[in-house]
């Protein structure tokens, strides 16, 4: 009769034991969702251009796939840069956000007048205004120079990078033009002024290994 009584409160001892552990309550979800944006970040634009936002994509560890609504304040009407902000809310009320730049600028088309100061900051300087180069650029902030006339170097591109709406980087790279062709590398960093659209590279080229400091200032 003891063994049985003993076995019976066992028993009821391990129901007890799972009720209780049935009843505890799940630990708080306190991580927020994860927000990527797509396409590239930061995102040039030309001015005027139409602006389609890329969007971006958010997933949450308990929730899974998630929508990202966003705030878009981007005029390409007006230069500058713009912070387009994504967020994405999960079921426990945490929020994540992830923030793109996009950069206005007004720089591709025609530039003409372009001085050339070689060596550079002093020395001889010419200028051509009889030509003009042709400015492109892409939505990664890449782009090339199309050189009907750069400095005094014919038919080339120059490639470059723009690290901002004001900055550019152009890097070492081998461009054969001229007349006759020559091969000549080209390295160096560029100004932009957004107002009055001027750029201004500072660069260094070598020809036939000879290293010479220049610049060239494009002005539309």
Do not use: E
């Amino acid at each position: 009769m003891s063994k049985q009584i003993f076995s019976t409160a066992i028993i009821t001892l391990i129901i007890v034991a799972m009720f209780i552990s049935g009843c505890k309550k799940k630990p708080a979800d306190t991580t927020s969702p994860i927000v990527t944006v797509t396409s590239y970040n930061p995102y040039f634009i030309q001015k005027n251009a139409v602006w389609n936002d890329p969007g971006a994509t958010a997933f949450d560890n308990v929730d899974g796939i998630l929508p990202a609504t966003t705030s878009d304040p981007v005029n390409t009407a007006v230069t500058g840069p713009y912070n387009v902000t994504y967020t994405a809310i999960d079921a426990a009320g945490n929020r994540g956000t992830y923030t793109r730049t996009v950069y206005v600028v007004d720089i591709s088309g025609y530039y003409s007048n372009v001085l050339d100061i070689s060596p550079y900051p002093g020395g001889a300087s010419s200028t051509y205004n009889t030509f003009s180069d042709t400015l492109h650029l892409n939505t990664d902030g890449s782009g090339y120079v199309k050189a009907n006339n750069f400095g005094d170097y014919v038919n080339g591109k120059a490639y470059f990078v723009m690290d901002s709406a004001i900055a550019l980087t152009v890097p070492s790279q081998n461009v054969v033009c001229g007349s006759p062709a020559t091969s000549i590398n080209f390295i160096g960093k560029g100004v932009i002024n957004p107002v009055a659209p001027t750029i201004i590279i500072n660069y260094t080229k070598i020809v036939n290994g000879v290293s010479i400091i220049a610049q060239s200032s494009y002005t539309r």
